[in-house]
């Protein structure tokens, strides 16, 4: 697959991830299907309590290569916020088959 290809399944593939977060957390979204929802860069439930960034980077006191994360969840309880980091890694067909292959055959020598 080409690059381009890649990057396309692995944004679907947050998209839904992200959708199903918006919906677990109460976040209001504009579809009722993941298929249609596309992604904000901000996402806030209404009373504020929880915002989910959309592929943004993370400040630091340091260089950090690839700093853009898939989704990150920053959830302000009792006063304090929590911070979730997500980033999803979409492996190649070829990979998935192998690597099921090769735990198939270790489970049938073991």
Not at 60 to 87: L, S, W
Request: hydrophobic share 35%; net charge positive; proline share 2%.
């Amino acid at each position: 697959m080409a690059k381009e290809q890649y990057i396309k399944r692995h944004d679907i593939v947050c998209a839904e991830l992200h959708f199903n977060i918006c919906k677990e957390t109460g976040v209001k979204l504009d579809n009722k299907c993941w298929f249609q929802h596309i992604p904000k860069l901000i996402a806030t439930r209404s009373e504020g309590k929880v915002t989910i960034l959309w592929n943004q980077q993370v400040q630091a006191n340091r260089t950090i290569p690839n700093n853009k994360h898939d989704i990150i969840i920053r959830d302000n309880q009792n006063g304090t916020y929590e911070y979730m980091v997500t980033d999803s890694a979409i492996s190649g067909d070829r990979n998935v088959t192998k690597e099921e292959t090769g735990n198939a055959l270790n489970k049938i020598t073991v």
